[in-house]
């Protein structure tokens, strides 16, 4: 039996990847700052799914928390199949009416954690000749949004260019951009979260990326409406795009 360690796995698009994961029957890790939360989950999904489930307290701001989960990786022993580098959060104010010390948690999460565990994982993966990535970006990447957008197109050059160094060794990597979701994000950034068309069910992101991920694709970008954005992206300019920075902010 395969497994699959997760990051920000309690709640959102990390417990949907729980959820789906588990119902294809493979083991879990799962990592998330709140203990007890954590604790539930994994016995909901054993009662659910009658798999394995570790848990993996964790806050991946601390250098030392995020060392557990890079040496839980990174054990030859108990291999992990499938990394999903998902946890995150956002911040609803402009670059300089935030700290310095909230912009560097959020570049700790977004950036920092996913090239260390991804470093953990690939040595293992490599070695075995098998193993994925997939790394949870988001269509923010392709606009000028500050710096959550810049954080999400480094996830995006990383994940292609790591998709196209291991995919010979049998590791697969992708990114998956979603958009507007129907998750806790929002609400932890105090950001009222819609209802219309723009906004995809977890259910239908995950099912998507999963199915992206069987077939190898290097990005995965779920719903019409977004790969739409993406390819207006290409087309209108930075300056235009960058007038819109403050959609799904308020």
Request: proline share 4%.
């Amino acid at each position: 039996m395969t497994s699959a360690l997760i990051t920000g796995a309690t709640a959102g698009i990390g417990l949907e990847f729980a959820h789906q994961l588990a119902r294809r029957g493979h083991d879990l890790v799962l990592v998330a700052r709140d203990e007890a939360r954590l604790a539930a989950v994994a016995d909901e999904l054993r009662a659910a799914y009658a798999v394995e489930v570790e848990t993996l307290p964790a806050d991946l701001v601390v250098p030392e928390q995020c060392a557990r989960v890079e040496a839980r990786l990174a054990d030859r022993g108990r291999p992990v199949d499938l990394l999903v580098n998902n946890a995150g959060f956002g911040l609803k104010k402009r670059f300089l009416d935030n700290s310095v010390d909230e912009e560097q948690a959020m570049l700790d999460v977004l950036v920092t954690a996913v090239l260390r565990l991804s470093h953990a994982a690939l040595g293992p993966m490599t070695e075995r000749g098998r193993g994925g990535i997939i790394n949870v970006s988001s269509v923010a990447a392709f606009l000028p949004r500050g710096t959550y957008s810049a954080t999400k197109a480094w996830v995006n050059s990383f994940s292609e260019w790591a998709h196209n160094e291991y995919r010979p060794h049998g590791v697969k990597v992708m990114s998956l951009c979603p958009g507007f979701t129907k998750t806790e994000f929002h609400e932890r950034m105090e950001v009222k979260r819609g209802d219309g068309f723009m906004w995809l069910e977890p259910e239908f992101l995950v099912k998507t990326a999963l199915e992206d991920f069987d077939k190898g694709r290097v990005y995965s970008v779920p719903g019409a409406q977004y790969k739409a954005v993406r390819a207006l992206t290409r087309v209108i300019p930075s300056v235009v795009l960058q007038r819109y920075q403050s959609m799904g902010r308020k």
